[in-house]
């Protein structure tokens, strides 16, 4: 048997909204309706997940992430849209978005997706904060602090940093030492692994 859930539908489409919040009553869901991220933020939502929409002048799934991140709201995002171009696919599957739907919404493969992702939910909200905590962390850095981490990320010592960097190993140890502190690392080892839970060699989650 499903496992009742929450639906909260972003879209800016009165039809759209009604179509989707339908399926979900017909499945046994729960739906709330909103027609922009603003209004979803106001409810400060604590379980469910979200229906984002993702088209040209409907907004994107990439700025509800966005806005839901600085609101400190970590519910499981699903993109919609009623085109769904391979260039907003992957940017919204990049941003943090679980899956991307076609609208109007194929029952078969909404109740695939709301089961899957009933079962992931805490995992991803989990994961999710980690990323954001560390990219906010990773984004207080000045230009040189972080290329201090990248390099160090590498294995280099200070003197090799120095090298890569054209500057004195005394220079290079104030940039480390500031670098840490900010990271609140106390070792070269927690700083590589502040910026290996941001994931910066994959998506974009912005943090500002």
Request: aromatic share 4%; glycine share 8%; hydrophobic share 40%.
């Amino acid at each position: 048997m499903e496992t009742r859930q929450t639906l909260h539908i972003v879209d800016g489409s009165v039809r759209a909204r009604a179509q989707q919040a339908h399926l979900g009553f017909e499945m046994g869901h729960h739906c709330e309706v909103y027609s922009d991220p603003l209004e979803l933020i106001a409810t400060k939502p604590k379980q469910g997940m979200i229906l984002a929409r993702d088209d040209e002048g409907q907004g994107s799934a990439a700025k509800v992430l966005r806005q839901l991140s600085l609101a400190g709201i970590w519910l499981p995002v699903v993109a919609t849209s009623m085109d769904p171009l391979p260039g907003r696919v992957v940017s919204a599957i990049k941003c943090g978005a679980l899956d991307y739907l076609r609208l109007p919404l194929d029952l078969g493969r909404f109740r695939e997706t709301i089961a899957r992702i009933s079962e992931e939910a805490e995992a991803y909200g989990a994961a999710r904060r980690k990323i954001i905590e560390a990219r906010s962390r990773i984004a207080s850095l000045s230009p040189r602090e972080r290329e201090v981490l990248e390099w160090l990320s590498e294995g280099r010592s200070n003197k090799m940093i120095a090298r890569e960097l054209a500057i004195s190993p005394r220079t290079v140890e104030i940039h480390r030492a500031n670098m840490m502190n900010k990271l609140g690392a106390h070792h070269a080892a927690e700083a590589v692994r502040v910026r290996i839970e941001a994931h910066l060699d994959g998506g974009q989650i912005a943090v500002a």
